[in-house]
T-cell receptor, first 113, second 113 residues
Framework: SQKIEQNSEALNIQEGKTATLTCNYT??????LQWYRQDPGRGPVFLLL?????KEKRKERLKVTFDTTLKQSLFHITASQPADSATYLC????????????FGQGTELSVKP | DGGITQSPKYLFRKEGQNVTLSCEQN?????MYWYRQDPGQGLRLIYY???????QKGDIAEGYSVSREKKESFPLTVTSAQKNPTAFYLC????????????FGDGTRLSIL
């Protein structure tokens, strides 16, 4: 069956450190991958998109990598802050599916001061 | 400001009752989506629409119905046939072609009385 897996356990890190979240997938050939942030009781907010032919994308303190051989994307937050505490979702876009996305279950990140 | 508005924020349903969740967007997006989110699970696609007067079933459409009579509006009806309707429901919209981010509302939490 088609699966997308993110770290199921919450990630707890100290302020100032780099947080690294993982998204693994099987049985897909994604055209692109997106990362979202979700706060409790709110809808997800788009952060970054990376295409299959791109190895890395950066935006301010955020970095995403995409390894189609390993079938994995890594999401990094450098110099993390308590305000970065949230759940982070990865989502795959498939060829010829228009804008339809397939979401992972999300990883909860907690940054302690 | 452009965005997506979901209402109500909280909704209660009695056994055997149909309820309708509202979703309105003023982003001029062609595509709209309904997702269901359960604790510890990712977003699962219920229905999506890429153009007015057309919509497709997602992965968990049973017990739900939608309409798309206007570009701005995509209401979701949770019917009495949906036996486990308690969940957080999220509506999203996007530009119809692929690799575009989805913009989410802040959800409706549905509970059974």
């Amino acid at each position: 069956s088609q699966k997308i897996e993110q770290n199921s356990e919450a990630l707890n890190i100290q302020e100032g450190k780099t947080a690294t979240l993982t998204c693994n997938y099987t049985n897909y050939s994604p055209a692109y991958l997106q990362w979202y942030r979700q706060d409790p009781g709110r809808g997800p907010v788009f952060l970054l998109l990376i295409r299959e032919n791109e190895k890395e994308k950066r935006k301010e303190r955020l970095k995403v990598t995409f390894d189609t051989t390993l079938k994995q994307s890594l999401f990094h937050i450098t110099a993390s802050q308590p305000a970065d505490s949230a759940t982070y979702l990865c989502a795959l876009g498939i060829y010829n599916q228009g804008g339809k996305l397939i979401f992972g279950q999300g990883t909860e990140l907690s940054v302690k001061p | 400001d452009g965005g997506i508005t979901q209402s109500p924020k909280y909704l209660f349903r009695k056994e055997g009752q149909n309820v309708t969740l509202s979703c309105e967007q003023n982003l001029n997006h062609d595509a709209m989506y309904w997702y269901r989110q359960d604790p510890g699970q990712g977003l699962r696609l219920i229905y999506y629409s890429q153009i007015v007067n057309d919509f497709q079933k997602g992965d968990i459409a049973e017990g739900y119905s939608v309409s798309r009579e206007k570009k701005e509006s995509f209401p979701l009806t949770v019917t009495s046939a949906q036996k486990n309707p308690t969940a957080f429901y999220l509506c999203a919209s996007s530009i119809s072609r692929g690799n575009q981010p989805q913009h989410f509302g802040d959800g409706t939490r549905l509970s059974i009385l």
